[in-house]
Structures are given as structure tokens and as C-alpha cells.
């Protein structure tokens, strides 16, 4: 029993079990500790630093002005390690999930999934970025993550898509009670549900691929959704990314 569920019991509210049960949502934590680059071998899932690619793959780049800048490299996936934590089996189980970000809130971002985890070298970009006002060879001012252990979890979406920080209708009685995210989890993490002060609620046909904390100035997490039927189809050209700032 989770602890949501058992703080149901405990309020004398067992009739809403099987509603919650309908939004239950399976999270993958990612446990991580700062590491060097040289502690990370090549391949292992991490955030930061420069992603490990395959020669198939070229560094990601937009263009800006006209120019062709870097993108900033976020986290990679080792997907044969997250896997037998994939409750729901939505993800591939072999290759690696690669997440670009442009670096400045009215750009873009890129996901990749690379169908393979063999020959793969840490690469470093060959252009600048453009951090929104410079071009730049500075990278993010973030520290570079491995990731220990994984742990399962599970979250509830129970708010309204058009009122995220309200109760949906079917658990409105808990208003008052407990608030929607009290039981949402903290850190980097796969799945689950978006949290935060001013972020939309998820659509009910997407899946929250990643939640990254990412404190840079107002910036406090970048998460990136995918549409289940897209997920099913091994299709990640259509991801779409957005953020939590004060």
C-alpha cells in the first residue's frame, strides 16, 4: 500500500480508492549523486556534462539569427537499466534516450532515441551556444549527475486539466484535506505527474517523459511530455518540453 492510499484510509474516504487507482500514475526516481566526468562511463544514464552519442548521431544544433549554435545537453537515458523499473512497459528496453535544450525559454528542445548502446563516445560540441542573449562557449552552470539507483514510485493525477491546482470533480471532497501535491515525488524522475507553481496540468493522452530539476536564475525544473501514441510508436520527434519559474 502507497501512501496516498493510506492516507485515504486513514481520512475514512476507502470510496475514492478505486477512482484513485483509475489516475495512478508509475514514476521511476532516479537517485543521483554529483560525479566527474571520468567517473561516468560511457553509455550510463546521467544528467549534465556532454551526452555519450553513436557515429550515426551528430551533435544537435538550432539555428538562431540565422546562425547554427549548439544545443545544450540535459540528461541521457540508458533505457536496458531503467527498464526492469518500467512497471507499465511505455519505454523501449534496449538504447538510450538523449534531451537537448536550447537554453532559453522561448527556444526549443530535441529528444533522440537511439536504438543501440554499443560504440558510443562522449562527444563536445563543435559550435557555440547561444544562451538567449550571447553566443557562447560556456556551458550550463549545472553539475554533472550518475545516477546510483533507480526506485519505483507512484503518483496521482488528480487534478483538472483546466484548473491543475484544483481536484478534479470525482476528488473535490479532499479539498481542504490534502492538496494535489502532497504526494508527487522530488528530483529528476520518469513518468509521473508535472508539479509546480506555474505549470499546466498534463493532458490526459500524454506521458511525462522527464522531470529535471534545472536551477538556473528563475528556472527551477524543464519536463518533457509525449504523447502516448507517439511513445507506442518509437516516435519522439513530436516531444514537447516546458518549465516551472517563479
Not at 552519442?53 to 549554435?69: C, G, M, W
Not at 493522452?205 to 511530455?225: A, E, H, K, M, T
Amino acid at each position: 500500500m502507497d501512501a496516498f492510499i493510506a492516507e485515504l484510509i486513514e481520512l475514512n474516504k476507502p470510496h475514492l480508492i478505486a477512482e484513485a487507482e483509475k489516475v495512478r500514475v508509475n514514476t521511476i526516481l532516479l537517485n543521483e549523486r554529483a560525479a566527474s566526468d571520468a567517473e561516468i562511463p560511457a553509455g550510463a544514464t546521467k544528467t549534465g556534462g556532454y551526452p555519450d552519442l553513436p557515429p550515426s548521431i551528430s551533435y544537435p544544433t538550432e539555428f538562431v539569427k540565422e546562425t547554427e549554435a549548439s544545443m545544450y545537453f540535459m540528461a541521457q537515458i540508458n533505457l536496458r537499466e531503467v527498464s526492469p523499473y518500467d512497471r507499465d512497459g511505455l519505454l523501449p528496453k534496449t538504447g538510450m534516450l538523449y534531451f537537448f535544450w536550447c537554453g532559453y525559454l522561448t527556444g526549443e528542445s530535441k529528444v533522440i532515441y537511439y536504438n543501440g548502446d554499443a560504440d558510443l563516445t562522449r562527444t563536445l560540441p563543435t559550435l557555440p551556444y547561444f544562451n538567449g542573449s550571447v553566443f557562447t562557449k560556456e556551458p550550463l552552470e549545472t553539475e554533472e549527475y550518475c545516477v546510483s539507483c533507480f526506485k519505483t514510485a507512484y503518483e496521482y493525477n488528480l487534478s483538472g486539466e483546466k484548473a491543475p491546482w484544483n481536484f478534479d470533480e470525482q476528488f473535490e471532497e479532499l479539498d481542504g484535506l490534502l492538496a494535489v501535491a502532497d504526494f508527487q515525488e522530488d528530483g529528476t524522475r520518469l513518468f509521473g505527474v508535472p508539479c509546480g507553481g506555474n505549470i499546466g496540468a498534463p493532458h490526459k493522452g500524454s506521458v511525462n517523459l522527464l522531470w529535471l530539476p534545472c536551477q538556473i536564475g528563475c528556472l527551477w525544473n524543464i519536463y518533457w511530455r509525449i504523447e502516448k501514441e507517439d511513445l507506442a510508436r518509437r516516435n519522439f520527434d513530436d516531444v514537447v518540453y516546458g518549465y516551472d519559474i517563479d
